[in-house]
């Protein structure tokens, strides 16, 4: 994929929900990129997406004999013919996608390490390209199953030698007179067709190939839903690409991958690794919502993006981790994003058995849930909900509140409490009023103390995802009207932003440390927490990707003090915030104060880390002078 590890109670109508979050998201186009259209109405069906599933295959898919050669860009109409008399049918990936509940398919062929084959039929010459309509005819099925088709688009041409018999002598650099060895391109038809010398081993001719073929691309396929990007070329850039293609075809989303690009409508996450537990695909994430998000990850434990010839190997094929993937699965949903699920199909569009396995396993299997993980978001984000993330005695899950309905809210258990049969969850401030399994249906006793919402007597634990039904009554002992000041802030970025009620503006402390944030309640009042939504922009894992460090720029050591005067303060809390996503509680249990000030005298990113060093972006902050109480 890419360059292979190179380099955000009530049921109201949906026009309603369209004009109020048309009108909160439009008003925070200053906080992503510049251009960057946070939000606009080709992006609904993507937001309403829950998953999708990607599709590598092309040139270099195993054939059907994988002890007879690799094709060849010159074996072409070859590799069409032996397609077709697979039995190819573009029904064998919609069924798919429909099993694993995606919502759409991203074609890629036109991939810079498969072999750049367009699977269709195309008039601009260069590299493979089929008389069958193998893409038209993916769109034509999967539109009569309500699903959208995005087109995988390379940038890339530097594997133009890559699996073929002969590779030129220096990959690295090409120069004119690589286009005369075996390689995917004809770099000489493309010359002739422009009627000058192109190189299409080069970026920049690479670039002016593929621009060409965007174009040609939207006039020929309408109901195509956009195009997946694999990071940026110059060429495009400078012959503004993407402003284009939302002129021609304003319907078209673009999704850009590992890079957030202005005028891209989707931000897409590679294959993230490496995390604790390793399902949390979510903590590895750096788009801040709500910019639209993708997490873009490979089912097999192992092999390439594409179907590499494991099958008839091995029986089954890679294997499929089931409790890894079902948790990628939900953790995306637990952070609003979407997750891609990349399979990888062999020449006639079925899957390996261990795949096919997979499939029909999430068919049956996220049915009974459907409603915790579709027409939801994110909890414990800008969208309200509970706490989600690390929960008791080594539990480990999220959590999803109603898009419609805020008082409807969902616990996803990945990992159960090592002991006992109780779950304790961070309640956010929630009254609740009753909780249910899921799936069975079965009602539990419950209390609420401190600021935990207590589910007892579990015993029947699911494998890979317990789901509790949680219906809340409202909020409480939030303060309203609470004012705040900065010791620091970047321009644009004030203080006002925290306690403003808008999650897509936030403070930013100029990247200094220490930084001190002083709110007040307008009078004299108990504190029992102070709540901290911190922006989304970077990854909570310390771990490296694409050969970067990443940790978090979020609070790491911090002061709390208070202060009936604001004159003398008096010191109640000083502690470490663990590194993680979503909402984060400071329980004070301070009699009465007017005045709280939060100092921040470390974060959790690296000096060598220069993006996050010393850098904070706040989101909200609130105080509760109370907690829900049930016994």
Same mark, same amino acid.
């Given at each position: 994929?890419? @360059?292979?590890?190179?380099?955000?109670?009530?049921?109201?109508?949906?026009?309603?929900?369209?004009?109020?979050?048309?009108?909160?998201?439009?008003? $925070?186009?200053?906080?992503?990129?510049?251009?960057?259209?946070?939000?606009?109405?080709?992006?609904?069906?993507?937001? %309403?997406?829950?998953?999708?599933?990607?599709?590598?295959?092309?040139?270099?898919?195993?054939?059907?004999?994988?002890?007879?050669?690799?094709?060849? %860009?010159?074996?072409?109409?070859?590799? #069409?013919?032996?397609?077709?008399?697979?039995?190819?049918?573009?029904?064998?990936?919609?069924?798919?996608? +429909?099993?694993?509940?995606?919502?759409?398919?991203?074609?890629?062929?036109?991939?810079?390490?498969?072999?750049? $084959?367009?699977?269709?039929?195309?008039?601009?010459?260069?590299?493979?390209?089929?008389?069958?309509?193998?893409?038209?005819?993916?769109?034509?099925?999967?539109?009569?199953?309500?699903?959208?088709?995005?087109?995988?688009?390379?940038?890339?041409?530097?594997?133009?030698?890559?699996?073929?018999?002969?590779?030129?002598?220096?990959?690295?650099?090409?120069?004119?007179?690589?286009?005369?060895?075996?390689?995917?391109?004809? !770099?000489?038809?493309?010359?002739?067709?422009?009627?000058?010398?192109?190189?299409?081993?080069?970026?920049?001719?690479?670039?002016?190939?593929?621009?060409?073929?965007?174009?040609?691309?939207?006039?020929?396929?309408?109901?195509?839903?956009?195009?997946?990007?694999?990071?940026?070329?110059?060429?495009?850039?400078?012959? %503004?690409?993407? +402003?284009?293609?939302?002129?021609?075809?304003?319907?078209?989303?673009?999704?850009?991958?590992?890079?957030?690009?202005?005028?891209?409508?989707? *931000?897409?996450? #590679?294959?993230?690794?490496?995390?604790?537990?390793?399902?949390?695909?979510?903590?590895?994430?750096?788009?801040?919502?709500?910019?639209?998000?993708?997490?873009?990850?490979?089912?097999?434990?192992?092999?390439?993006?594409?179907?590499?010839? =494991?099958?008839?190997?091995?029986?089954?094929?890679?294997?499929?981790?089931?409790?890894?993937?079902?948790?990628?699965?939900?953790?995306?949903?637990?952070?609003?994003?979407?997750?891609? #699920?990349?399979?990888?199909?062999?020449?006639?569009?079925?899957?390996?058995?261990?795949?096919? =396995?997979?499939?029909?396993?999430?068919?049956?299997?996220?049915?009974?849930?459907?409603?915790?993980?579709?027409?939801?978001?994110?909890?414990?984000?800008?969208?309200?909900?509970?706490?989600?993330?690390?929960?008791?005695?080594?539990?480990?899950?999220?959590?999803?509140?109603?898009?419609?309905?805020?008082?409807?809210?969902?616990?996803?258990?990945? %990992?159960?409490?090592?002991?006992?049969?109780?779950?304790?969850?961070?309640?956010?401030?929630?009254?609740?009023?009753?909780?249910?399994?899921?799936?069975?249906?079965?009602?539990?006793?419950? !209390?609420?103390?401190?600021?935990?919402?207590?589910?007892?007597?579990?015993?029947?634990?699911?494998?890979?995802?317990?789901?509790?039904? *949680?219906?809340?009554?409202?909020?409480?002992?939030?303060?309203?009207?609470?004012?705040?000041?900065?010791?620091?802030?970047?321009?644009?970025?004030?203080?006002?932003?925290?306690?403003?009620?808008?999650?897509?503006?936030?403070?930013? &402390?100029?990247?200094?440390?220490?930084?001190?944030?002083?709110?007040?309640?307008? +009078?004299?009042?108990? *504190?029992?927490?102070?709540?901290? &939504?911190?922006?989304?922009?970077?990854?909570?894992?310390?771990?490296?990707?694409?050969?970067?460090?990443?940790?978090?720029?979020?609070?790491?050591?911090?002061?709390? #003090?208070? !202060?009936?005067?604001?004159?003398?303060?008096?010191?109640? @809390?000083?502690?470490?915030?663990?590194?993680?996503?979503?909402?984060?509680?400071?329980?004070?249990?301070?009699?009465?104060?007017?005045?709280?000030?939060?100092?921040?005298?470390?974060?959790?990113?690296?000096?060598?880390?220069?993006?996050?060093?010393?850098?904070?972006?706040?989101?909200?902050?609130?105080?509760?002078?109370?907690?829900?109480?049930?016994?």
């Amino acid at each position: 994929m890419a @360059r292979n590890l190179r380099s955000g109670r009530r049921r109201i109508t949906r026009l309603g929900v369209f004009t109020t979050i048309l009108g909160m998201l439009l008003a $925070a186009l200053g906080a992503p990129p510049a251009r960057a259209e946070v939000f606009h109405p080709r992006q609904l069906w993507m937001r %309403d997406a829950t998953a999708g599933l990607f599709l590598h295959w092309g040139l270099r898919t195993t054939r059907s004999d994988p002890a007879a050669p690799p094709f060849t %860009d010159a074996d072409c109409a070859a590799w #069409e013919a032996e397609v077709t008399g697979s039995g190819w049918s573009a029904g064998k990936w919609v069924t798919a996608a +429909r099993q694993l509940h995606a919502q759409y398919l991203v074609l890629a062929s036109f991939h810079s390490r498969l072999g750049y $084959a367009r699977a269709w039929p195309s008039q601009i010459p260069g590299s493979c390209s089929t008389r069958r309509d193998f893409l038209g005819e993916t769109i034509a099925a999967a539109r009569a199953k309500g699903l959208k088709v995005i087109l995988y688009m390379t940038d890339d041409p530097q594997w133009y030698w890559e699996g073929l018999r002969e590779r030129p002598v220096d990959p690295k650099n090409p120069d004119p007179g690589d286009v005369d060895r075996p390689n995917w391109f004809d !770099s000489h038809a493309y010359s002739a067709y422009k009627g000058r010398p192109v190189n299409l081993t080069t970026r920049d001719g690479f670039g002016e190939f593929s621009y060409d073929n965007f174009f040609e691309v939207m006039r020929n396929y309408p109901d195509l839903a956009g195009f997946w990007i694999d990071n940026d070329n110059k060429y495009w850039e400078d012959h %503004d690409l993407y +402003r284009q293609v939302h002129q021609l075809r304003p319907r078209m989303l673009l999704s850009n991958n590992n890079e957030d690009t202005p005028e891209m409508d989707t *931000v897409s996450n #590679e294959q993230k690794t490496g995390m604790t537990p390793p399902y949390d695909y979510n903590s590895a994430l750096w788009t801040s919502m709500p910019r639209l998000t993708e997490s873009c990850y490979k089912l097999p434990a192992r092999g390439a993006w594409w179907y590499d010839g =494991e099958g008839p190997n091995r029986a089954g094929g890679a294997e499929v981790d089931k409790k890894l993937n079902v948790g990628r699965f939900i953790s995306n949903v637990g952070a609003s994003s979407k997750a891609l #699920e990349a399979e990888t199909s062999t020449l006639d569009g079925s899957f390996p058995p261990n795949q096919a =396995e997979f499939n029909a396993f999430m068919s049956t299997y996220l049915t009974p849930i459907w409603e915790s993980v579709h027409g939801v978001e994110g909890g414990g984000y800008l969208y309200g909900g509970l706490q989600p993330g690390a929960f008791n005695d080594g539990a480990y899950g999220y959590t999803t509140i109603g898009r419609y309905d805020r008082d409807r809210h969902y616990i996803h258990v990945i %990992d159960k409490p090592a002991t006992g049969t109780d779950l304790k969850v961070r309640d956010n401030g929630y009254v609740v009023t009753t909780v249910h399994d899921v799936r069975s249906g079965k009602k539990f006793d419950f !209390s609420q103390r401190d600021g935990f919402l207590t589910i007892k007597g579990i015993t029947a634990w699911d494998p890979y995802d317990t789901v509790f039904r *949680v219906q809340t009554h409202g909020r409480t002992g939030i303060y309203r009207g609470v004012t705040a000041t900065a010791s620091v802030s970047a321009p644009g970025h004030d203080a006002s932003a925290l306690v403003d009620g808008d999650h897509t503006k936030y403070w930013d &402390n100029a990247a200094t440390v220490p930084a001190s944030i002083t709110l007040d309640l307008g +009078r004299v009042r108990k *504190v029992a927490y102070v709540a901290v &939504n911190q922006r989304e922009w970077s990854p909570t894992q310390p771990r490296t990707s694409f050969g970067h460090p990443e940790d978090s720029a979020r609070i790491k050591d911090y002061t709390v #003090e208070v !202060s009936t005067d604001g004159v003398t303060w008096t010191p109640a @809390r000083s502690d470490t915030m663990r590194s993680a996503r979503a909402v984060q509680f400071i329980d004070l249990d301070v009699a009465g104060a007017r005045y709280v000030r939060l100092t921040v005298t470390s974060t959790w990113a690296a000096a060598t880390l220069p993006e996050y060093d010393k850098k904070l972006r706040i989101d909200e902050l609130w105080v509760g002078g109370a907690y829900p109480s049930r016994a």
